[in-house]
């Protein structure tokens, strides 16, 4: 990943914590070496940072498997609500609500865009969850684009 790609992908993840007003956005891409490492992510002040390393294997996770099974945005109003994320999560990270959503290049996933609500759950508007699908076409068009898939 070159230094311009880094931070067109800060960009992104700048204008979507900006446009869903939410703490925290995150980009995690696949990494040969780690297991979908945070490529970029934006915080709001306060925020705890999604970098380093997982006690949990994140493929297994299932709200990641939901991703990858229905190749569609999971909209999650309420994180106690199954699909369950890590409890880790809820437990030290607060975040009652979330979207992901899978990139996917062919039938790959290369990656994954998240947006976490701190505190308790929130509705998320049709706006807002046309904002992660923005954010995911951008990343998707530029790791194609380069060849990076």
């Known amino acids: 990943m ?3 790609d880094v931070s067109f992908y800060q960009e992104v993840m700048d204008k979507l914590r900006s446009e869903v007003k939410t703490f925290r956005t995150v980009l995690r891409l696949e990494h040969p070496d780690e297991q979908f490492p945070v490529a970029a992510e934006s915080l709001e ?3 705890e940072s999604a970098k380093g390393p997982m ?3 994140l493929v297994q996770v299932e709200t ?3 991703q990858i099974n229905e190749q569609r945005i999971l909209v999650q109003n309420d994180t106690r609500e199954a699909p369950h994320p890590p409890q880790e999560m809820l437990d030290v990270e607060n975040v009652g609500a979330q979207m ?3 990139i996917f290049v062919g039938d790959n996933v290369v990656g994954i865009v998240a947006v976490h609500h701190y505190g308790p759950a929130r509705t998320w508007t049709g706006e807002e969850v046309s904002w992660i699908a923005w954010a995911t076409d951008q990343v998707r068009r530029r790791k194609y684009l380069r060849g990076e898939a």
């Open 45 to 47: 002040d306060g925020a």
């Open 64 to 66: 990641v498997q939901f």
């Open 2 to 4: 070159t230094d311009s």
């Open 100 to 102: 992901l959503s899978p």
């Open 55 to 57: 006690d949990y294997d």
